[in-house]
């Protein structure tokens, strides 16, 4: 489906009935990453699965797509939806996202999930998104994936070569110019789930400790045998750490 918001187009997936849970995908993807959660969700949630402005079917942008900006986006599209309050979750980019929506939107925010993300500020695309999947593929995926699935590495090699460059590059800029939220963790009340995979090299299991120990009362959860997707990676044992943190 598409919708427009904020002067762009707005490619999203609306599955499911119950308390609703936002989904936020990462770089350089869009909603398919999603495909094992939203299946595994729907059955008691109404799962929201937006492409972040420059991914997936969602519009391009020639200025830097900011988090606050896709943030607003999603903010808008809940808007649309009918959804005043919303389990909010992101990895990696998407948790960048996931923090500035709550930062700006915090009684919209049931729950928070952060998946292998970092509140820490930080590849250009010299060589075209075929280089950017060449370089992150070896550090978005477990070796044992890579060896052993070749589905989930096509999955997210495709995903990848798929994006606009120019969307990508929107957003490499967009994060660039990020806030550092470390200093704002320990304001978050809403329950907070963050979930990393052990061989995450992107945002190492130090990140997520850290956001444990800043937002109060935090659970972390370590994914053995996954990297910076974990949702793909080890997608049963994801599902089943959000599904329990749902129930709180």
């Not at 890579?146 to 090699?157: H, L, N, T, Y």
């Amino acid at each position: 489906m598409k919708v427009r918001v904020r002067g762009i187009e707005l490619g999203y997936d609306d599955l499911g009935s119950g308390p609703a849970v936002v989904l936020l995908h990462g770089y350089p993807f869009n909603r398919s990453m999603w495909h094992e959660q939203v299946a595994a969700l729907k059955q008691t949630h109404r799962v929201i699965t937006p492409d972040l402005r420059g991914h997936g079917e969602s519009d391009v942008t020639s200025s830097p797509a900011t988090m606050k900006d896709m943030a607003l986006d999603v903010a808008a599209l809940l808007e649309l939806l009918n959804i005043s309050r919303a389990t909010v979750a992101g990895l990696s980019m998407g948790g960048y996202v996931a923090l500035a929506f709550y930062r700006l939107f915090q009684l919209r925010v049931r729950s928070l999930i952060l998946a292998d993300t970092r509140a820490q500020a930080e590849q250009a695309l010299e060589h075209g998104m075929e280089g950017i999947a060449n370089s992150l593929l070896p550090k978005l995926l477990a070796p044992e994936t890579v060896a052993r699935r070749p589905e989930v590495v096509k999955q997210v090699r495709e995903m990848m070569v798929k994006t606009v460059p120019q969307g990508a590059a929107a957003a490499l800029h967009g994060m660039a110019q990020r806030q550092d939220q470390t200093s704002f963790l320990y304001r978050i009340i809403s329950p907070t789930l963050i979930v990393v995979g052990r061989e995450d090299s992107i945002t190492p299991v130090a990140d997520a400790e850290l956001m444990h120990r800043e937002i109060g009362g935090s659970r972390l959860e370590i994914i053995e045998n996954a990297a910076h997707v974990s949702c793909l990676d080890q997608a049963d044992e994801f599902n089943r750490i959000v599904i329990k943190f749902l129930g709180f």
